[in-house]
T-cell receptor
Framework: NAGVTQTPKFRILKIGQSMTLQCTQD?????MYWYRQDPGMGLKLIYY???????DKGEVPNGYNVSRSTTEDFPLRLELAAPSQTSVYFC???????????FGEGSRLTVL | GENVEQHPSTLSVQEGDSAVIKCTYS??????FPWYKQELGKGPQLIID?????GEKKDQRIAVTLNKTAKHFSLHITETQPEDSAVYFC???????????????FGQGTILTVHP
């Protein structure tokens, strides 16, 4: 039972490069989220989705884009990487019935 | 928007002692307050949550209390064990079903260390 799977686990980018963080879940959850975690700052919501084809901005969306073409996948794209995007990124999913978020193991991104 | 403050940032206890972590929130309309535990190299995992129509909730060695008037809530862990060592996050949101329960404002986290 895989749950929420994120790839890659680690990545180093140069300023101005682009990349996509992949997230997939096998629990048939409608709702999916991207959070970033900075040291001593807790987690902040970047984007979320209520289902295939529907996405919306969270608290810190600037510099990121998302898409949701299937229930399972919710990739996060960084178009022009900046040092401020150095962080650990977590994907999560949930159902409408409970408030519980199921998190992936995270993707650590460093922008140099 | 909502703002959640969490204290202390680090907490060190001896095995068998109790641990208490406190959070305050700013939005009086917030009504859902989960606590997440994050072990090293892992994603956060829900350990307990409370809704605003309840003042206290308990699950074995873990309890959460909520004071809506003062806008603060606390996590209590009794009889701590070394495996309780982790980072704990409180969070708050105006939960109204659907994605609202997942659109959380998190506290800064507490690093709990339980010494054998």
């Amino acid at each position: 039972n895989a749950g929420v799977t994120q790839t890659p686990k680690f990545r180093i980018l140069k300023i101005g490069q682009s990349m996509t963080l992949q997230c997939t879940q096998d629990m048939n959850h409608n709702y999916m989220y991207w959070y970033r975690q900075d040291p001593g700052m807790g987690l902040k919501l970047i984007y979320y989705s209520v289902g295939a084809g529907i996405t919306d901005k969270g608290e810190v969306p600037n510099g990121y884009n998302v898409s949701r073409s299937t229930t399972e996948d919710f990739p996060l794209r960084l178009e022009l990487a900046a040092p401020s995007q150095t962080s650990v990124y977590f994907c999560a999913s949930s159902t409408a019935r409970t408030g519980e978020l199921f998190f992936g193991e995270g993707s650590r991104l460093t922008v140099l | 928007g909502e703002n959640v403050e969490q204290h202390p940032s680090t907490l060190s206890v001896q095995e068998g002692d109790s641990a208490v972590i406190k959070c305050t929130y700013s939005d009086s309309a917030s009504n859902y307050f989960p606590w997440y535990k994050q072990e090293l190299g892992k994603g956060p995992q829900l350990i307990i949550d409370i809704r605003s129509n309840v003042g206290e909730k308990k699950d074995q060695r873990i309890a959460v209390t909520l004071n809506k008037t003062a806008k603060h809530f606390s996590l209590h862990i009794t009889e701590t064990q070394p495996e309780d060592s982790a980072v704990y996050f409180c969070a708050a949101t105006r939960g109204a079903g659907g994605t609202s329960y997942g659109k959380l404002t998190f506290g800064q986290g507490t690093i709990l260390t339980v010494h054998p």
